[in-house]
């Protein structure tokens, strides 16, 4: 129901001409922040993708109605203090999937935009999804029938429906989700002997592709090694999981202070602070409430990213040209 209503308010936005009028009226002052992750057409691990027809949609229209900016440059306008252009966007990829190379890599090219992504470094040393991705292909991809894990209130449950599916990916992403590296490991590995389903190796950035649209003006952060909810988890464990990351990016990259992106966006105050001290650039903590990336509203360690729908490029206008922002913000206040 929500889909469809976002999906009517999106046509009549647009169908009407309220974008249009939207555009004259909003400066757009500062800059949008936008975040994509899987760029293919399949959705067989339970994160749903941006087809590539519809990036390319997203990205003429941005094109058309915005300028690009990267984010490295984003951040010489905050450490200089220099204006930031207005009707600026920004464009990033969270995990380091291999279709961001296949897909979304050419589409960009096309359009003489650049992006950067944020690397799950262990995922890209071993060519396996991160944690959440593993059990998501696990539980999509299944021939088993009726599953039985008491120890996490699954007493005799059939899998022969989406909807448990999901179900079942919800309540044992959660336990994960709270789970150290070493413990989590060990429980995918049981989960694969349930599910009977090894996930694929192959579905990652390898370093040749990453230095490859490296060369090609693509810039590239951290992202922590395992993907880890890195509040959840115990804090040393959190911190090692940042800097591994960091030294991993410096060691491939050559890149001293790359940007950093919190896994889920779940971060706090102290690991912000540790992220700046080790020597990342920037991070992000995301609102609502600010949308536009401003010298006043915000600096490089509180940047704020909006997600790209996994949708045509209708709901992108009007979820930047319509109301639905300042609707929300009115609401939030």
């Known amino acids: ?84 252009p207005p009707k600026t966007v920004v464009l990033t990829f969270d995990d380091g999937f291999r279709d961001n190379y296949t897909y979304a890599f050419p589409i960009l090219q096309k359009y003489g935009v650049t992006a950067t992504i944020f690397l799950t470094t262990g995922c890209i040393d071993s ?33 022969e429906s989406e909807t448990n599916k999901t179900y079942v990916f919800r309540t044992l992403a959660k336990v994960l989700s709270e789970t150290p590296f070493i413990e989590r490991e060990q429980l995918l590995n049981q989960f694969q002997q349930v599910f009977q389903v090894i996930p694929p190796k192959d579905r990652m950035l390898t370093w040749d592709m990453i230095q490859e649209m490296k060369q090609n003006g693509f810039e590239f952060g951290g992202h922590t090694v395992s993907h880890p909810h890195l509040t959840k ?32 966006g779940k971060s706090n105050d102290d690991l912000v602070e540790y992220v700046k001290l080790i020597g990342f650039r920037s991070c992000f903590r995301s609102s609502y409430k600010r949308r536009y990336n401003t010298l006043s509203n915000s600096n490089p360690f509180r940047l704020s990213r909006l997600g790209l729908p996994n949708a045509p490029a209708i709901f992108l206008e009007a979820e930047v040209d319509g109301l639905l922002y300042w609707v929300r913000k009115s609401v939030q206040k």
């Open 1 to 84: 129901m929500k889909t469809q209503i976002r999906k009517l308010y999106s046509i009549l936005s647009v169908k009407s001409g309220l974008t249009k009028m939207m555009r004259k009226i909003n400066k757009h002052e500062g800059a949008i922040i936008f975040v994509g992750h899987q760029v293919n057409e399949t959705n067989d691990n339970r994160l749903e993708p941006l087809p590539p027809k519809y990036l390319d949609e997203q990205i003429a229209y941005l094109k058309k109605h915005f300028q690009f900016l990267s984010l490295s440059k984003l951040l010489e306008c905050y450490e200089f203090n220099q204006p930031i």
């Open 127 to 159: 060519g396996e999804f991160p944690w959440s991705q593993r059990l998501g292909y696990m539980i999509t991809n299944t021939t088993v029938k009726t599953i039985h894990l008491p120890q996490y209130q699954i007493f005799q449950f059939n899998l």
């Open 233 to 264: 988890i115990p804090p040393q464990e959190a911190k090692q999981e940042i800097r591994n990351c960091l030294e991993t990016i410096r060691l491939k990259l050559g890149v001293e202070n790359p940007p950093f992106a919190f896994p889920a």
